[in-house]
């Protein structure tokens, strides 16, 4: 799996030219790698991961597959989309679906590109959008907590369980703070998440920035980033007309292009990695002559559960997992080098998969 990730922004803040070049970076790895467009406003993007072709030129790997991104573009976000105005439905519908929810600000300023505002301010336009989502989940919860307290009179296990988290819900939403803020031990995890809250999706802020400032950040994403480091939230500047130019450019071409703007890599790469990170996500792979694949678990996931991201019979039958850390399969120079040198494990049902693991499971049928 990879994950979600919705992209809302206010008008006129580039949200959709940094769909447009997310979707045609997908379409040029369209060689390489399968593409689909689910729907006019959702695509899937490989993420990039350099290791997976050091990999394969070991294993002599016939194919390289990567894992998935997918992004949905959300339309429909002004001023009173929690009350319907505009797409306000369609927006709520859409976002409830995704893992995380990206928050392009403008960060740029151009005479000719108007803000629906009228001036350009990036935490007030976050602000807009947390506020709309807020105002949503509030009027959601409220019109649950009738029911939940009557189904918890009668001693409803689950219902008392939902309430006294709806209870600590509500204050935060009435004070203007986002449901994520809230308090949540591991063993509630499941119940908070099923009350289907749109303020308690990780947030990524990206802020777009323009082409001088696609290196460095400018005055605006510095505002940015304090407010996202401070909220304990993730942040990423990024030029959404470069990577519209970056997308269309023959590989080759895209080092030279991104040296001269003084950029290690496209800042597509920069999201996708960010997503990650918010998410707590890790990559193990497996290897092999016919092709060298990229999965994606959450950090903490142990060998059965990876091994059910492959396939569920790999779960229900797990034996073992044979283990080799990423940086012993390179030096040794494969899975044979790795033997011979003892640095390939046996790990049983209770072992947490480690970020570039390379993995080869044995299951019973």
């Known amino acids: 799996m990879g994950f979600k990730c919705g992209i809302v922004g206010l008008p006129n803040v580039g949200k959709s030219t940094l769909f447009n070049a997310l979707t045609q970076t997908a379409a040029a790895q369209a060689a390489n790698y399968p593409f689909c467009t689910i729907e006019p406003n959702v695509g899937e993007v490989a993420v990039p991961d350099p290791r997976l072709s050091e990999l394969a030129a070991i294993a002599g790997s016939k194919e390289i597959i990567p894992t998935r991104l997918t992004f949905v573009d959300i339309a429909g976000l002004v001023r009173g989309a929690s009350k319907g105005e505009g797409l306000g439905n369609q927006f709520l519908a859409h976002i409830r679906e995704v893992d995380a929810i990206a928050y392009v600000l403008r960060c740029f300023e151009d005479d000719d590109i108007t803000h629906v505002e009228g001036r350009i301010d990036p935490l007030s336009d976050a ?175 142990r060998a059965p559960q990876a091994a059910g991201v492959i396939h569920s019979d790999f779960e229900k039958g797990f034996i073992r997992a044979e283990t080799i850390a990423y940086a012993d399969y390179v030096t040794l120079k494969g899975e044979t080098g790795a033997k011979e040198a003892g640095k390939m494990r046996l790990e049983g049902k209770d072992y947490v998969v480690a970020d570039g693991d390379v993995l080869h499971f044995r299951f019973a049928n």
């Open 127 to 301: 602000e807009t959008v947390e506020t709309e989502l807020m105002v949503a989940d509030l009027e959601s919860l409220e019109k649950r907590v009738g029911a939940l307290e009557k189904r918890a009179r009668s001693n409803d296990k689950e219902a008392k369980e939902q309430l006294d988290l709806v209870n600590r819900v509500l204050p935060l939403l009435r004070d203007g703070k986002p449901a994520r803020l809230a308090k949540i031990a591991e063993d509630e995890r499941a119940a908070f998440d099923a009350l289907n809250l749109l303020t308690s999706k990780p947030v990524l802020y990206v802020s777009n920035v323009d082409e001088g400032s696609a290196a460095t950040g400018n005055a605006f994403s510095a505002r940015v980033d304090e407010s996202a480091k401070a909220e304990g939230a993730v942040s990423v500047a990024i030029s959404a007309r470069i990577e519209s130019e970056i997308a269309v450019l023959p590989e080759d071409e895209r080092k030279e292009y991104l040296e001269a703007l003084g950029l290690e890599q496209p800042g597509l790469d920069r999201l996708i990695n960010a997503g990650y990170q918010l998410l707590g996500l890790v990559t193990y792979f497996t290897v092999g002559p016919k092709e060298t694949r990229a999965w994606t678990i959450e950090r903490g996931t």
